[in-house]
């Protein structure tokens, strides 16, 4: 059993490597550092080390904070870049981890050892006092934990693939643990009394309220470019933390900050390929002239540039396919009409809701027997825009489609389904998928979530199901840019599981991880006049015909 975790695991980590460094492939950093111990204001000591360029100081300086080892290619990314630009590069391992002393409480300590790290780094003579700080993923959440104290130097950051909120878009999405990535991850990092007390935390009681960004926007001070993907498991968490800061920010924050959304995952997407202009979000370029305008002061008109560079995806086996091309916007999200695409018998979606007497659609869901993830927004497992027909002709997934479209349709911006169910339990799960349906039947995912019934009424109480009745649910299903291409079909599926990416519910409605016992739902859509079912798409355009020809 433990040889299966390890290996399943080790996959994991090699992608995020990959992933989140440019120099993926190299040992170690060509540079060899000054190593030093940091004592934080309770007396731990952090150690950190520290890349100085040639030459006469003082510079200005590029934190970053990473559990993943500060001396390894992933914790300390290309300082050889960064000093030779005329910057010095300070990396630290997170309390707890490798070289450094403490507890490992993941992203619960950051915002404290981030502050006192930012300021030590100021009174050092190799600084300016000017210190920007950046990351993906982990290192993006500590550089996001820092601003929200305020340190008094820290003056812009550069933040990749990270969450704006714990419990919606990193641990309980919908309130649905997200077993995929985070049992992984917390046994990965060797918490696993982490993982124990996060599962006693499924309700959203507050226990998280340090890493919910929107109780915090606020105290930021500083701007800072977000950077996130489609298919990331993050994205919806890059885009609400621009959203916020931008509107709500303190000091510099609100109006400076930056967005820019390309066709990319957490790690390398699978089954299509995208064209070069999609580029790479590892590229520094963006991040040189962020740091190069806020913390040397070249106006090199970053800050002239609208502020939200979007990739709007499209048919990638049709060259002549709109889409597939970067787009910019003033605000998020961008001008739409709000389009609802109704559930009806027969598999049908449709802008006309059919169904006058009563509909439905029923299905069992068996947790021991649950639907498998095939792609998505995930961490360890394949991801992207997965065919979906690799699931199979499963009873428990109901599929509903439109006819093939006339012309094609651009959706940009977030998408809601609203479901109308029943069950014959006191709480079971619903999981909704977005699907690009190709001509030749190919089923590509667009974008997916769930929510568990019990928190339809909000995340910070439960109420349960009753039998026979039906509730209203709305499932968030986070944001996208893409356009249906002439001859796709919209779809939309329904189930109750995605395992292992979601926790299957047992359907029993006790706690989380309670015991063994499971029970098989009798689960219904109800799609009519009375009850009507829907995705609610933002259409921003729909393609004439002729256009699109000639492009």
């Avoid at 460094?21 to 190299?26: G, M, R």
Wanted: hydrophobic share 40%.
């Amino acid at each position: 059993m433990k040889k299966r975790l390890l290996f399943s695991i080790l996959p994991g980590l090699l992608i995020l490597i990959l992933a989140f460094n440019v120099l993926a492939q190299a040992p170690a950093p060509a540079l060899k550092p000054e190593v030093q111990a940091i004592t934080m204001r309770d007396g731990v000591k952090l150690a950190t080390d520290i890349y100085l360029p040639a030459g006469k100081g003082p510079w200005p300086v590029i934190l970053t904070r990473t559990p993943y080892n500060k001396s390894s290619a992933l914790g300390a990314g290309r300082p050889s870049f960064w000093t030779t630009k005329g910057y010095a590069i300070v990396v630290q391992d997170c309390r707890g981890r490798f070289a450094s002393e403490g507890k490992y409480m993941p992203f619960m300590d950051d915002h404290f050892d981030g502050y006192d790290t930012v300021e030590w780094i100021a009174s050092q003579p190799w600084s300016n006092g000017k210190v920007g700080m950046t990351g993906a993923s982990a290192m993006g959440i500590t550089a996001n934990q820092a601003s929200i104290t305020a340190p008094p130097h820290l003056t812009a950051m550069f933040v990749m693939v990270a969450p704006a909120s714990a419990y919606q878009h990193a641990i309980y999405t919908g309130g649905i643990f997200r077993k995929e990535m985070n049992e992984a991850w917390l046994k990965a990092q060797k918490a696993d009394d982490i993982l124990k007390m996060t599962l006693e935390h499924a309700k959203d009681d507050g226990f998280l309220n340090i890493r919910e960004g929107k109780l915090h926007w606020e105290k930021v001070q500083v701007p800072v470019y977000n950077q996130g993907g489609w298919y990331d498991i993050f994205v919806q968490g890059n885009i609400d933390n621009f959203a916020g800061l931008q509107n709500r920010g303190g000091g510099l924050a609100a109006g400076n900050q930056k967005l820019m959304v390309g066709p990319w995952g957490h790690g390398s997407i699978e089954e299509v390929k995208y064209p070069a202009n999609a580029g790479s979000m590892l590229e520094l370029t963006e991040q040189q002239r962020w740091f190069d305008y806020w913390l040397k002061g070249i106006n090199n008109g970053v800050m002239d540039d609208p502020p939200i560079k979007y990739y709007v995806m499209g048919d990638t086996t049709d060259p002549k396919a709109p889409g597939n091309e970067w787009r910019t916007a003033q605000s998020w999200p961008v001008p739409a009409k709000t389009t609802s695409y109704f559930l009806s018998s027969g598999g049908l979606l449709s802008e006309k809701l059919l169904a006058e007497k009563p509909s439905s659609s029923v299905y069992q869901y068996d947790p021991k027997n649950p639907v498998p993830t095939i792609g998505g927004a995930n961490l360890f497992s394949k991801k992207g825009p997965l065919d979906q027909r690799a699931i199979g002709e499963r009873k428990d997934v109901l599929k509903f489609m439109t006819a093939p479209l006339d012309a094609p349709l651009e959706v940009t911006g977030p998408l809601t389904v609203e479901l109308w169910v029943s069950s014959d339990c006191p709480d079971t799960d619903f999981i909704a998928k977005l699907i690009d349906v190709y001509p030749d039947g190919t089923e590509r995912l667009v974008q997916d979530n769930g929510l568990r019934a019990r928190f339809r009424e909000g995340f910070d109480r439960e109420v349960f199901m009753k039998k026979g009745e039906v509730y209203k649910l709305k499932l968030d299903l986070w944001s996208t840019s893409i356009v249906f291409n002439k001859g796709h079909r919209i779809a939309v599926h329904v189930t109750s599981s995605n395992d292992p990416r979601f926790d299957p519910n047992p359907n029993t409605g006790k706690p989380l991880r309670a015991d063994s016992e499971t029970r098989v739902a009798t689960n219904a859509i109800h799609h009519d006049q009375k009850y009507p079912s829907r995705i609610l798409l933002p259409v921003v355009k729909v393609y004439d015909n002729k256009a699109v020809s000639a492009k």
